[in-house]
Each structure stands twice: as structure tokens, then as C-alpha cells.
């Protein structure tokens, strides 16, 4: 979600007159906050997870589903339960504004604690809060419901996609999309990007298509998808470090197991996956920034966009992993060291002050640095996005130290978003209690994130990881590894004398490992738990299901809705999402 503000911001031209203010201030607020927290410790593991939905209108007649722009009509109605509610229960949800019209983000009006009872209680919660959002959705000539779909499939097509209908303005650098109108009216997403570029970006198509590119030509195509974030409270600094970097390795496989975006304006793509789009709208540098031109003066090479992959290792034992290029702003560095943090730690935050704020609030520029305020340094902290974030405690607040998980994308149904939610959380559980320490390169790490991008990633491509699943220890062993050896553990080796046999028998050989058996071993120690058999037996669900999604017995989101649409009668080979497929994919979706 990030900083959430209710002013307009001033346009790039003014902002970057403040932009030495808020950096300037936005350091003091991290050394004090740093100073403040680096010794607390024995906070609870608590945690919790956030869900994006985009509103759908569905024209019954015509056989239509559009992008319903209902945002500022439906959030009031949810914060008027809220108000009425809020007082009765810690359990009542909390709802937020996401970047377009069409778009919910929801979060448990309490975080969850590390016992098993609490596991078994989130699918309830987000079918609660999904439940919420229905039935506070206008409903006009057409039909509107909530849908967890990561991206919408006809978003950009040239006939109408939106309810109300919205045409691209003069006011819109897009020829797709009516920017001005999709955009929430929420200051934070008024984002003021300066380069001057116009974007232009291609996807390859099916190979069925009769062009082999699909044009995105808006920023607008990356953040309007959803996902599923998760975010996890550590005991103290240095277990909220071992957590982020235990964690870096696993971003990649819970991107490939969570595929859910096989679509764009239309066309079925050669991708399962919408980071790649987000990397590329979400790039705001320069072509010098980028290598394309010479530097100009106070200017330097920024090798990613404002969404890339970790590039670095926080734990001084995970070091000799950083192969790395990290560009880092070498006079934030000094100040940091200077004022007692450790070297790997201000490395890590002084990378993030290499990119400008991307809004600038002019009543805003004034704050009580050692205060209650991180606002300036949040302006540059929560616009850079991360495969991982890794989270200060807010001033003035009981939260400790904290690590997002931000790469999963939203699934269909309520089980799913449970059981993915539910595997991170006890996945790093398991990880902190084993003390696990994969030893993956980051070069290594970042190939995997293009890996698990690609059309059915989780049955075509090998991921490289630790030969040793939970030794502590014995980091920095790795190899290629299908998906379902990592999740599921590499099978025993019991060989039939016909090797054709043997094969066939792969999927029936008893496993060991994976990260499936290291859940198990941790889950074993729960065996005193009051009503943890019940709660186990839940558990176990969620968990059979990461277990299918990894060796392909139940099909990812992407390649579920892939199929749907080469099944579809009206489909011709040719990649073409029609309205009529569209609508009966939104349908099917929402009778789930």
C-alpha cells in the first residue's frame, strides 16, 4: 500500500526543486528512526497480508464484462462499515484505494500471530472481505462484482472496456487507455515521472497470433493488475535481516507457482506473469540513466527500474553471495557508516536514494524529523519495488521490523489467496526456526526471476537453488531445479531395472525435502497446540495445493485461464480474447 496522503502533489517541474529537501530530511528520519529501534527486541511474530481486486461490470445482455471505474463510490460505503463497526471488534477489515478506478485493496483489520488457529482463520477473513466489497458495489444497468484477477484481460482493446464508457483525451499521453480517467483520484498515484519519455513496450504474442507483438503504450497497464502481498513481523533487527535474505531465493518460485497473468489488450502472450510489465512501466529513468546516451552532469547508470529484483544481501554472512552490480549513493553510505550503521545495512538504504521522490506535497515539506514522522523518507523507500521491502518500525507506533513479500500475484478463489498467504508464512517460520541459509548467488537469483516469468514456467523451466534444503550451513551448493524438487524435494533414488518404467513411476516415488517437508518438520513442533489437530488438518489443505501447483497435477492461474481460452468454441487460433470469451472467462471466474 505505502505512504497514503490526501493532497495533490505538484507537478514534476516544481517538485524537483524540493527534491534535495526531502532526501536530505528523509535520511535524518531513517537515522532516527534506526537509532530508536536497533535494539529492540522480543516483539511477536505477527503478520499479515494484503489483497488487491479490480471491480467488474457485467453487461448480461450484450454478453460484456468491462472494468467497472467504481472506486470512489464504493470505498465511502466500506468505510462508512468500518466506521460503524470498528468499535465492536478488532476483526473488522480495513480497505484502501489502489492506483486505478476499478481497483480494492483489502488487509485484515488485525494482524494475524504465529499460531495454527490464526493459519486457519484467513481464507474465512478474505471471503469476509470479499463478501464486504460485493455487497457495497453500485450496481446500475449492469451487474458489479469484486474479482481477484491479477490483470484484466481486454484492458486497452479498441471498443470500450470500461463502465462508465472512457475514451483517451488530449490529457492522456496513452492511444489506449483514458489515463486520466483509470487513474484513482488519490494523490498518491497522481505520480509525477519527468524523463519526457513516451512509453512504448511489446509483448510477444502466441505463437498462434497473426502479429508477434502486442503494444502497451501507458504506465497505467502495469499497476492497474493485483496481487497478493505478504507481510511478516521479525523479533528484532537482526531475525528481520536473515528473514529478508532467507527469502530473496523464494520470491522467484512463489512468482512462477502464483502465474496468473497469460493476457494482455486481448491477446494471449508469450509470458504468464506481469512483472515484467510492471519493470518497464514502472521505469522512470533516463536514456542516459539507462547506458542509451552519454551521462550528463549529476547523473549516474541506474541498471533497473523503479520494480526489479533484490540486488542485495543484508546479513553480513550472505555477503560473499552479492555478484552483483549495486549502484548505491556514496554520500548517503558515508552518512549512514558515519552515524553507526554497519556497512551492508547502509549500502542497502543508500541504494534506494540513488531514484527522486515521485510526489512532492508542498504543504508537506515541513516535518518533525525526530519525531513521529518518516513521510520524506517513506517517499523514496515506497516507490521503489522490490521482489522483497524491508520494512522499518514507524515512529510512534508498537510495529517492529518487518519484511514484505510482494511478488505473488492474486489468485481466483479465496483457498488459493489462504493457501499461498498461508505457505509464505509458514515457510519463513520454518526457515527462522532451522536458521536456513540458501547461499544463492543473487546473479542466480535474478535469472530466476526471468525464468519464472515464462509461458508454464512451473513444468518448462529449471530454477537454480541450494543443493542442500535445510542444512544450516552448507549454503552456497546449487544447481537447476525443476519446481517440483524444490517444493515437493527431489524423489529417492528407487530405480525400476526398465528405465522407461522408472520414468513413468517418477511422480509415485516417495520425496524427501523440499520446502513442503521443511513446513512439515516445523509444523511437528505444534503438537501441543490446543485444537491444532483440526487446524492441522486445514493447514494440510493449503499446503496440498502449493504441493500439486509445483509438480502440475492442478494447473496454475495462468495456464488455467489459457486453456479456458484456447477451449473456447468462439476462439480461433489466432491469440484473440473476443468480448464473448472474455465475458464467459469473467463468469466462469466469478462462479467459482
Known amino acids: 500500500m ?58 448480461d445482455e450484450d454478453r460484456n464484462a468491462k472494468l467497472a471505474l467504481d472506486q470512489e463510490d464504493v470505498l465511502p460505503k466500506l468505510q462508512g462499515y468500518v466506521d460503524a463497526h470498528g468499535g465492536e471488534s478488532e476483526t473488522v477489515p480495513s480497505f484502501q484505494p489502489e492506483y486505478g478506478r476499478h481497483q480494492i485493496e483489502s488487509t485484515p483489520g488485525s494482524p494475524y500471530s504465529g499460531n495454527l488457529r490464526d493459519f486457519a482463520k484467513v481464507e474465512e477473513n478474505m471471503r469476509k472481505r470479499r463478501e464486504l466489497i460485493r455487497q457495497n458495489t453500485v450496481t446500475k444497468d449492469v451487474h458489479h462484482i469484486p474479482s481477484t484477477l491479477a490483470t484484466f484481460p481486454r484492458m486497452g482493446v479498441l471498443s470500450d472496456f470500461t463502465d462508465p464508457v472512457r475514451k483517451p483525451t488530449k490529457q492522456d499521453e496513452s492511444i489506449l487507455l483514458p489515463e486520466t480517467e483509470m487513474t484513482s483520484a488519490h494523490p498518491r498515484y497522481l505520480l509525477t515521472y519527468g524523463t519526457g519519455l ?28 493485483c496481487s497478493l502481498q505478504v507481510t511478516m513481523q521479525a523479533a528484532d533487527l537482526d531475525q528481520a535481516r536473515a528473514l529478508h535474505d532467507a527469502l530473496v531465493p523464494i520470491a522467484p518460485i512463489l512468482l512462477a507457482l502464483s502465474a496468473a497473468s497469460p493476457i494482455f489488450k486481448g491477446y494471449l502472450a508469450e509470458v504468464d506473469s506481469r512483472w515484467d510489465v510492471l519493470g518497464v512501466t514502472c521505469d522512470d529513468r533516463t536514456r542516459s540513466e539507462k547506458g542509451e546516451e552519454p551521462l550528463k552532469d549529476g547523473e549516474r547508470l541506474v541498471p533497473d527500474s523503479r520494480w526489479f529484483p533484490v540486488k542485495w544481501y543484508l546479513s553480513p554472512d550472505q555477503q560473499e553471495f552479492n555478484d552483483e552490480a549495486f549502484p548505491y549513493d556514496e554520500q548517503v553510505h558515508e552518512r549512514l557508516v558515519g552515524a553507526g550503521m554497519d556497512d551492508f545495512l547502509a549500502k542497502h538504504f543508500a541504494s534506494l536514494y540513488i531514484r527522486d521522490p515521485l510526489f512532492v506535497f508542498e504543504d508537506r515539506l515541513q516535518h518533525d524529523d525526530h519525531g513521529t514522522s518518516n513521510e520524506h523518507f517513506e517517499s523514496i523507500q515506497s516507490t521503489v519495488w522490490q521482489t522483497l521491502r524491508f520494512k522499518l518500525p514507524p515512529p510512534g507506533s508498537g510495529i517492529g521490523w518487518r519484511v514484505e513479500v510482494r511478488t505473488m500475484e492474486v489468485q481466483l478463489t479465496d483457498f488459493e489467496n489462504a493457501a499461498f498467504a498461508v505457505f509464505v508464512v509458514l515457510l519463513s517460520r520454518a526457515m527462522l526456526k532451522f536458521g536456513i541459509r540458501w547461499g544463492l548467488p543473487i546473479s542466480k537469483n535474478t535469472e530466476n526471476l526471468s525464468r519464472a516469468q515464462r ?4 513444468m518448462e523451466q529449471k530454477f537454480w537453488f541450494s543443493a542442500s534444503t535445510y542444512s544450516e550451513g552448507e549454503g552456497g551448493k546449487f544447481e537447476e531445479m525443476t519446481l517440483n524438487e524444490i517444493v515437493n524435494g527431489k524423489a529417492r533414488n528407487l530405480h525400476h531395472p526398465c528405465r522407461e518404467v522408472s520414468e513413468r513411476l517418477d511422480y509415485q516415488r516417495p520425496r524427501s525435502g523440499g520446502l ?19 487446524d492441522r488438518q486445514v493447514i494440510e489443505k493449503y499446503l496440498e495445493l502449493i504441493k500439486r501447483k509445483a509438480d502440475g497435477s492442478i494447473k496454475t492461474t495462468a495456464k488455467w485461464i489459457r486453456d479456458f481460452v484456447r477451449s473456447h468454441p468462439e476462439y480461433k487460433h489466432d491469440s484473440v480474447v473476443t468480448q464473448a470469451i472474455n465475458y464467459d472467462l469473467l463468469k466462469s471466474i466469478d462462479e467459482m
Open 516 to 534: 513442503i517437508g521443511l513446513i512439515h518438520n516445523y509444523l511437528d513442533s505444534f503438537h501441543d497446540e490446543e485444537d491444532s489437530v483440526r
Open 455 to 458: 509461458r508454464d514456467a512451473v
Open 2 to 59: 505505502g505512504l497514503q496522503v490526501k493532497r495533490r502533489p505538484l507537478c514534476w517541474l516544481e517538485a524537483k526543486n524540493h527534491f534535495g529537501h526531502i532526501k536530505e530530511h528523509g535520511i535524518t528520519q531513517l537515522l532516527n528512526i534506526w537509532e530508536n529501534s536497533k535494539s529492540r527486541s522480543n516483539d511477536p511474530f505477527l503478520w499479515g497480508e494484503e489483497i488487491e481486486c479490480m471491480l467488474i461490470a457485467f453487461d
Open 198 to 225: 513516451l512509453l512504448a513496450f511489446n509483448l510477444r504474442t502466441n505463437a498462434e497470433a497473426l502479429l508477434n507483438h502486442i503494444l502497451l503504450d501507458s504506465v497505467s497497464f502495469g499497476p492497474s493488475s
